[in-house]
């Protein structure tokens, strides 16, 4: 591609080699004699004149006479005009300086000059600038399309979140969030609408939809005592989805989590303290979204809730879509899942406290399907537990992995390569879906669950770490879940039904 003006034909290359000049320090007005300096010898006076003449013509450069005169091109003013105009008649401006004040000027920089080496434009101050005055976001619009092209991903991905200004403004997002769990609208500010963006439709299971019926396990009997307890026991936990930390899943996961967790998170945990604090939350959950919001930030509370990420699929979350960048990352996943099994009544609590059963019998049917699955939840935990401690002493591949279900096998894909670092043989591992007891780690010694509705198990790693008891039985779960509603003023055993 090139440029044709006064029957010179110049090329894209020598054009970038002028702009680059500008986008090093985009603030600067520069002399001629530094641009001409600059580019190299290589070039003569008129090449490199044609070229700020098609960067001026095209709005990428404005021009001066002297430092804060606008030439006659900004004024819209013909060089045939009297007066003071008449002192810089055939003469070219002396100095230039790129266009900061249009965004339109990086859109035409990408599609005329960067359209398939965009390195040098993402890495430059003058994005930088960009982002400081435009936003993040309308920058990244205009260059999203560079996104979907895998071999452009990672370098954008890196270039673009390592701007100072990316980070100084992410820094304001867990601000934004909190207002808006807390209940402020910070949608009514120009400067932060639509950020925050709730779920106004309530989720209700598959087979209600499809069957056209009501949740069975729902309270509807307006003249029992109990009735009154219902506001008290709803829960008060809200839901913001940040359209900044969306965004970031459109990234090479491996700088976008590395990104989150560096400038986010810690401020996400300080939020989630206040919450438990004002008894937004309660500590179990507390617990659980710490870990969680770092595992993996994009499809964590407060994007989604804690009923919807632990139950939508009963405690698969404990070993399913997360990312780990070193080898100490499993410990955040181990802690993850002792938050459940440690914190079990109050992760229930959480899941039927909106929908109360009718009844004890009702209440204890559900604790022990629960109950059964957070057992066969743990089993593929702790077997994919194994398997990635047995990667990392392996040293198989970079130790940055994606672990996910596909259907319903395991994958770990590789964040620098791609690929999945399981052998050829195992690609096809399955999860399990009965329940088994290992006695320890690496030995031929388990078995399959005998009673798996009657309590439920820790991992084996979780027990050697925090001694704690391994398991806990239905019985107490179920009497420290009838306490805890009762003391909402929702009373099982008080109750004729």
Known sequence: MSEIIYKVEISVESIRNVIEIFLKNPQKYHKYKDISNNVGIKYGETSIRNVLRILERTGILKSSYALGRPTELELGVSRKGKGKKKRTRGRPPDFYKINLEKLGVFHTLLRDYYKDTAEDLLASNFVAQLIRSFGFIPVYEAAKSKLKDNDLKRTVSKLLLSHSSTTEEYQE????????????????????????????TPSVPVWSQS???????????????????????ESKIRTAASKHIQILKQFDPLHAVSFYRRVIHGEMLDLFDELSKRSIISSGINEFIQYDNYLNPFNSYPTYGPRFLIFSRPFQRIYDDYYLLEYEDIIHLELRANAIFSNFVDIIFEFLRNFPPKNKNMLEEIIKQLIYQWNVASTNFESIDLILESIYKKENGSGKYHVRSEGIALNIIDLETGRSVLDADNCSLRFESLAIDFDAPWTEFGSYMKNPFDYITSCIYLQIESNSENLIPATQIISDLTSKFA??????????T
């Open 211 to 233: 069957m056209s019926l009501d949740n069975t396990y729902l309270y509807y009997d307006y003249d029992d005592p109990r009735y009154s307890a219902l506001n008290n026991l």
């Open 487 to 496: 003391e909402y003023g929702w009373d099982y055993d008080n109750i004729k």
């Open 173 to 200: 997002i867990p601000n934004y969030i909190r207002k808006s769990l807390l209940g402020d609208d910070i949608n009514k500010s120009n400067n932060t609408k639509y950020e925050i963006q709730r779920s106004t």
